[in-house]
């Protein structure tokens, strides 16, 4: 091998290395730093500082970090959704974005509900300085959009005012007991006929794959290994009753959108 290969190998090993060691610093990492001292009580304890501390926020949210986190299939889920968006009539209607998202999904949606005829998408999260980087991405629908800080476990929207509700990759990163409680909200909020758009990971058909994703979580979100078996959502939605769902699968089965109407 040449020298010039060496490096190379070297550098990509390095950049490697410390692009892992950088994500596991602010996610998990300082999760496990937090858990040492005594608990605060707070409802966004569980919350990664990549998602809260504004500099960590835009120097993350790039589009082709996001697109590759997700394996370059971010653009066909979001994508599945603004097609399920833009074949529903919204005309006059409410859409909720629960829990903002990296990357142009949310804009997507917005697009998409207004062009449905939405006249309202409200877009929650826990955390303030989410809501203030995504207003900087929608300047053009400020008289389209609302911007709510609320909880998806514990929301303090009205029951069925919302005809759509987006939920994009929220579901790994909450503890277990508060997946089913964002879940029960979201049937709550949605109108009957109301549907709900999930994306999320699933477990992978490929066993290469499989233990690949195994190690991932394992590392990075040992809380979305659940939704593999135990935290399913589509199999939690159908527990609750009251849904009539489907399911599509992407990239050998790695990651899900789940399609689901309120009854």
């Keep these: 091998m040449s020298t010039w290969m060496t490096n190379a190998a070297f550098g990509l090993g390095f950049l490697m290395a410390a692009t892992g060691l950088f994500f596991f610093v602010f996610t998990r990492g300082a999760l ?29 949210d790039f589009q082709p970090i996001i697109s590759a986190i997700l394996l370059f299939q971010y653009h066909r889920l979001v994508s599945e959704i603004v097609a399920g968006l833009n074949a529903t009539d919204l005309r006059h209607r409410k859409v909720l974005v629960t829990s903002c998202a990296f990357g142009n999904v949310i804009p997507r949606v917005v697009q998409a509900s207004v062009e449905s005829g939405a006249d309202r998408i409200l877009i929650a999260d826990l955390i303030p300085n989410e809501l203030v980087h995504v207003q900087s991405k929608l300047g053009r629908y400020a008289d389209k959009v609302q911007y709510i800080q609320d909880n998806a476990a514990a929301m303090k929207q009205p029951n069925g005012f919302a005809d759509a509700n987006v939920m994009f ?14 879940l029960r909200e979201a049937g709550r909020m949605l109108a009957p006929g109301g549907k709900l758009y999930l994306a999320e990971f699933h477990r992978p058909e490929l066993r290469v794959l499989r233990a690949l994703s195994w190690a991932y979580f394992k590392v990075f979100e040992p809380l979305g290994l659940a939704l593999w078996d135990s935290h399913d959502p589509l199999t939690c939605l159908q527990e609750m009753g009251g849904w009539t769902s489907e399911r599509r699968t992407f990239f050998f089965g790695n990651f899900q959108v789940i399609t689901a109407t309120r009854n």
Excluded at 32 to 60: D, T
């Design 32 to 60: 496990i730093v937090r858990g040492l001292s005594p608990r605060s009580g707070s409802e966004n304890e569980h919350v990664y500082p990549i998602y809260s501390n504004m500099w960590l926020i835009k120097l993350v």
């Design 169 to 182: 990759f929220l579901l790994h990163e909450l503890p277990h007991e508060l997946k089913a409680c964002a």
